[in-house]
């Protein structure tokens, strides 16, 4: 907050929001510019030309003389906005703490629109008080426009590989997302039925003002057409849609999701026959499905509730609550066998249907049953990104939502899995769609294994060593939900470039020095990788016996030297443990276990890995607090999961006998208990009074 930029990252910002039409423009005045993909940006004209430019101050037409042997208007028109978009990012430090002074003071701060910056550049100078938009314009005109055009290309794409048209297709639909992109994926989903808004002078979408099937333009069979590579039409049928809604999604966006609910029943209810119309061929074999239910569990059938439940077709978590909440069970990697309990994990969380965008309660049909139903046979699931910070692996909440689909969607359709797509607006003026596997391997590349981004990431000490252990750690949760987008090839490459230091840039001292507990969950989460066997009984990596003795080596170097990481892997994982134990080289280290960072056993009942006193007690205050928020930063603050009948989230505790070196430990087991009962009691009594206000 309120830091100053440097001048080379601020040349670097201003050369993104310029946007590809920049580097066409200098292109075509010297066709030899940025043309080696390989060198570093601040090596290319585009970088040299802005960085002669804003920085050192030289005209703008003999700078572009000076870089590119020529000049154009077009150039020269980018580098006058180059020069706007640098004020105003130099300007934001400044404009931040006035601000936040303003604020403070109770005066007024001027509003301004929010985003990316990148995509966005008019949110610039920070500092203001930024605002969102009118719901009533979601979806825009516009955001209509790029639903049909990514519909299309993943329509003709799909229908060329699989010679046929995916039946049910799954979007999901989050809050903040919504913000940015005005609505994309309510869009495609629209679409895909062939469902199109009307909106009012204003942009406003007039369905939400009276709702009803006038305010909506229903396609005829022949607007539902696609063009294939080589150039012939085709007509395509109307196409089911799932809804997946995160809380705050559903908390933000009623109207839309009264929109597409409605959309849903307008066109189960068409005169149109099953093979061009999949909306209505699913909600009539729905309706048999529930009135089946109903039979065989001896209720009184009620064929007015089946239809209207049949026709249902978004869900999210419980009224008033948010999250799947399976990341958390995901990392504890040592409560669960297999992955089935993390799907009833996911299902359980969702299985609430939401109807005239409220939340629906049947007393003859369970949500989850119904989800269920839904859920099965589903062809493929989208999900969109349009922000350049974040990705699918920069944190939990892609591979929770989008991955936790696939995976449901798996363990209710004997194990077949949707395609899987993203829709990606990052750049507005070249909406696409990528498979997930391209989106993520394109983001491995250029940001958990690019120098250049983990060089950035160690300019902001802790919290950047704490970001990378995230990434990998979401790695990891992609590993788990869905195996096909992470092999072992990748989990070697992660080991090549953190662990061997491929790039020679010091990352293992880095991260020691800044935050050893982030590098130990780094170490812990490869090696679980290399313990923990997927459904086919094989590891999830893979790995080299030399290998997976180097890491079990260098995570015992690292508790034994700076305590216990007590993060959701680390933190008494016997399993793991007793893995290290066999595998590990180092001597087990005869020392007190308060030492442990986390201020108790440290690794548990596995006594090799514990800390050395002499080595980390000058440290214990840091580590405290380092273990308390989750290692290397995690936050451990959710409320409980609840969970179906057959999961199980904890830890599993195992009697063990005590060594003679815990017997003799300067703190007995009945002070601790006093001390524990100390703790409680005073817990209590302030919670008794707080209740009592």
């Not at 906005?81 to 703490?97: D, H, T």
């Not at 994926?185 to 099937?213: C, F, I």
Request: aromatic share 10%; hydrophobic share 35%; glycine share 8%.
């Amino acid at each position: 907050f309120a830091t100053p930029i440097s001048d080379e990252s601020a040349v670097a910002l201003v050369r993104g929001m310029l946007g590809d039409s920049y580097i066409e423009h200098i292109q075509a005045v010297n066709a030899s510019c940025d043309s080696h993909e390989t060198e570093e940006y601040n090596k290319t004209e585009s970088y040299r030309l802005l960085y002669t430019v804003l920085v050192d101050g030289i005209d703008i037409t003999l700078a572009q003389e000076e870089v590119l042997g020529s000049s154009s208007a077009e150039v020269s028109e980018d580098l006058v906005l180059a020069e706007e978009y640098y004020q105003n990012i130099l300007l934001s430090s400044e404009s931040e703490i006035k601000g936040l002074l303003d604020a403070l003071d109770a005066k007024y701060i001027e509003p301004s629109v929010g985003g990316d910056i990148l995509r966005s550049p008019e949110v610039l100078p920070t500092g203001k008080n930024f605002y969102s938009f009118d719901p009533r314009l979601i979806p825009t005109k516009e955001a209509y426009n790029i639903g049909k055009e990514t519909i299309d290309s993943f329509l003709v794409d799909y229908y060329e590989k699989n010679g046929e048209f995916p039946e049910k297709v799954a979007v999901v639909l989050w809050g903040i997302e919504t913000m940015r992109n005005h609505g994309v994926p309510h869009s495609q989903m629209l679409y895909l039925m062939g469902v199109e808004p009307e909106w009012d002078a204003n942009g406003r979408v007039t369905y939400y003002t009276t709702p009803s099937a006038s305010n909506l333009h229903i396609m005829n069979q022949s607007e539902l057409t696609i063009r294939l590579s080589n150039g012939t039409v085709i007509n395509r049928p109307r196409i089911d849609v799932i809804g997946h809604s995160s809380g705050l999604h559903r908390d933000q966006f009623p109207w839309q999701m009264d929109l597409l609910d409605d959309a849903v029943r307008i066109i189960s209810q068409l005169d149109e026959t099953e093979d061009v119309n999949y909306v209505r061929k699913h909600s009539l074999e729905l309706k048999e499905y529930y009135i089946n239910l109903m039979v065989e569990g001896n209720m009184t059938v009620d064929e007015v509730e089946a239809e209207k439940l049949s026709m249902s077709r978004i869900f999210g978590p419980p009224e008033g609550d948010y999250g799947v909440r399976i990341a958390d069970a995901v990392s504890a990697s040592d409560t669960w066998e297999d992955t089935e309990a993390i799907a009833d994990q996911f299902i359980q969380r969702s299985g609430n249907v939401y109807i005239d965008g409220e939340m629906y309660t049947s007393s003859l049909i369970s949500g989850e049953d119904m989800f269920k139903a839904v859920l099965k046979d589903t062809d493929a699931s989208l999900f969109i990104r349009s922000s350049n910070l974040y990705g699918v692996l920069t944190g939990d909440d892609p591979f929770q939502y989008f991955g936790g689909l696939s995976l449901a969607i798996a363990s209710v359709s004997d194990g077949a899995r949707p395609e899987m797509w993203i829709t990606n607006v990052r750049d507005p003026g070249n909406p696409q769609m990528q498979t997930l596997e391209e989106f993520m391997n394109l983001e491995m590349r250029t940001q958990m294994l690019n120098p250049n981004y983990i060089k950035g990431m160690m300019e902001n000490s802790y919290s950047g060593a704490a970001k990378l252990a995230n990434h990998l750690e979401n790695l990891w949760g992609w590993n788990v939900v869905d195996p096909r987008f992470v092999d072992s090839n990748d989990w070697n490459e992660v080991y090549e470039v953190y662990i061997l230091d491929k790039y020679e840039l010091g990352t293992n001292e880095w991260l020691d020095e800044n935050n050893p507990w982030a590098r130990q969950a780094m170490l812990g989460r490869m090696l679980e990788a290399t313990r923990k066997l997927d459904a086919s009984g094989n590891p999830y990596w893979d790995a080299p016996d030399e290998i997976i003795s180097n890491l079990a080596n260098e995570y015992q170097e690292s508790v034994d030297q700076y305590g216990s990481s007590c993060c959701a892997l680390c933190c008494d994982n016997a399993l793991l443990d007793k893995y290290i134990q066999k595998l590990a080289s180092v001597p087990e280290t005869k020392s007190d276990s308060s030492s442990s960072s986390s201020g108790g056993e440290g690794t548990g009942s596995a006594k090799v890995v514990q800390a050395n006193t002499g080595n980390s007690s000058s440290k214990t205050g840091s580590n405290q607090t380092a273990s308390e928020n989750g290692g290397y930063g995690t936050d451990f603050s959710q409320p409980e999961a609840h969970s179906a009948d057959n999961y199980v989230e904890g830890y599993e505790m195992q009697p063990e006998a005590p060594s003679a070196n815990e017997n003799s430990s300067s703190i007995s087991s009945g002070t601790l208990i006093v001390v524990s009962l100390f703790v409680l009691l005073t817990g209590g009594a302030v919670y008794i009074g707080f209740r009592k206000k």
